[in-house]
């Protein structure tokens, strides 16, 4: 953690103490974290591209900041910002990318790299395991030497280290749902590790990054539903890491994936096995007392989450209904915000210190 004390708080003069450099700028959760730090007491973003020209052009939405910084530019900026004081480093970019920038990061800077505070929001340093991370991803890890120096950021559950860390891996955004959803069960020893556990997911457009696909143009997007990765979706490493012993984890994890025809949040169905007798009343008291103080996770008391509830809130939404030996687990969240990030900025202001609160909406928007 740094020692550095923000000088302003909601409602006084606006002074931004922290620049925050968000490389990948032009891209969806580039744009989403720009967007909340528009109303971040502490940090002063910078935007960084490999493109030229104007914020405008390709985030309309956001206002502040008007052009890019290019990645040369932003090292030189990046270098003077940390002689001042601290500065911080958010990195939006493909994985396999991240990987590459934290190196480059590392020998441009120097021994002040070390004073760096450092978010990445792709998957490069989520698996603890870089064989793992080969297995998952198809490629070798880029950046092993830095592997070890990060913490897993979901914060409702690795608060502690990720408070004492400079660097952090922002949990992906199904990965957080399947989390936060799956693992309190399996502490309390509530589920049965010998038959597969189903989880079936539905994630929106803007999962998919701001560069047009056939998968999300807007015709066939819309009106439209379609599962992907059946041979397994990379996310399920982060579950299995999460799960660690035999005790709490299954013979086998089975997530599928699907494409919805909205943009904004993902919708998860878990039917986990019991493995005795439970009443929903108590699988809920499990989750109620695994979240208890937590400002972004909300066990409902009845009905079910939506995408409505949480589109654009960083909060999490957990539904429970236990029917004979199933114990069925809803989440919602918004894959830009608590699934991406929003969870990168939670961490951040983990990172430095600062009311974990801080530029992070609970309110969605209404309507997606
Ligand atoms: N979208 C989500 O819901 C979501 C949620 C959680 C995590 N993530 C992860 O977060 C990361 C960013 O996701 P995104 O949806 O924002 O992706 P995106 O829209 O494709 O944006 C990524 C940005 O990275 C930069 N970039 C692209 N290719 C690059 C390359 N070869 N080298 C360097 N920079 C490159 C580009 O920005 P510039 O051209 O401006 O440099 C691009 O706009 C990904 O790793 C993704 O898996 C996404």
Not at 4 to 21: D, H, N, Q, Y
Not at 244 to 261: C, E, N
Not at 262 to 268: P, S, V, Y
Not at 341 to 349: E, K, V, Y
Request: hydrophobic share 45%; net charge neutral; glycine share 10%.
């Amino acid at each position: 953690m740094t020692s550095v004390i923000a000088k302003k708080t909601r409602g006084e003069a606006a002074v931004a103490t922290v620049p925050l450099f968000v490389y990948g700028a032009t891209g969806m959760l580039g744009g989403e974290l720009l967007r909340l730090l528009e109303l971040h007491p502490a940090f002063a973003p910078t935007a960084v591209s490999r493109k030229a020209g104007s914020l405008a052009e390709s985030q309309p939405h956001v206002q502040g900041a008007t052009a890019f910084t290019n990645v040369e530019a932003a090292e030189t900026e990046l270098a003077a910002a940390l002689e001042r004081g601290p500065a911080a480093v958010a990195l939006s970019l493909p994985h396999g990318e991240s990987g590459e920038f934290v190196k480059r990061l590392r020998a441009s800077l120097g021994a002040k790299f070390d004073e760096l505070v450092l978010v990445d929001l792709a998957a490069d340093f989520r698996l603890a395991d870089p064989e793992l991370y080969r297995a998952t991803y198809k490629h070798a890890h880029p950046c092993v030497d830095e592997l070890s120096g990060f913490a897993y950021g979901l914060p409702e559950f690795h608060r502690a280290r990720i408070a004492s860390s400079r660097r952090t891996a922002a949990a992906g955004c199904f990965a957080t749902a399947l989390q936060l959803a799956v693992v309190p069960a399996a502490r309390a020893g509530l589920l049965d590790v010998n038959v597969p556990w189903i989880l079936h997911g539905v994630t929106g457009s803007s999962g998919s990054g701001a560069e047009p696909k056939p998968g999300t143009h807007h015709p066939y997007r819309h009106g439209n539903l379609w599962a992907y990765s059946l041979d397994g979706h990379r996310h399920e490493a982060e579950l299995a890491q999460a799960l660690g012993g035999a005790s709490t984890k299954p013979a086998k994890l089975h997530f599928v994936a699907h494409s919805g025809p909205f943009t904004r949040g993902i919708h998860l169905t878990c039917a986990l096995p019991l493995a005795r007798p439970l009443a929903t009343a108590e699988a809920r008291a499990v989750y109620a007392q695994c979240f208890a103080g937590e400002p972004f996770v909300e066990v409902l008391e009845a009905g079910v989450p939506d995408l409505r509830r949480i589109a654009g809130s960083n909060r999490a939404a957990l539904g429970l209904n236990v029917r004979g030996d199933v114990l069925t687990v809803l989440c919602t969240l918004d894959n830009l915000v608590k699934g991406g990030a929003g969870q990168a900025l939670q961490c951040l202001n983990l990172m430095f210190g600062f009311p974990e609160t801080w530029g992070l909406p609970r309110s969605g928007l209404g309507v997606a």
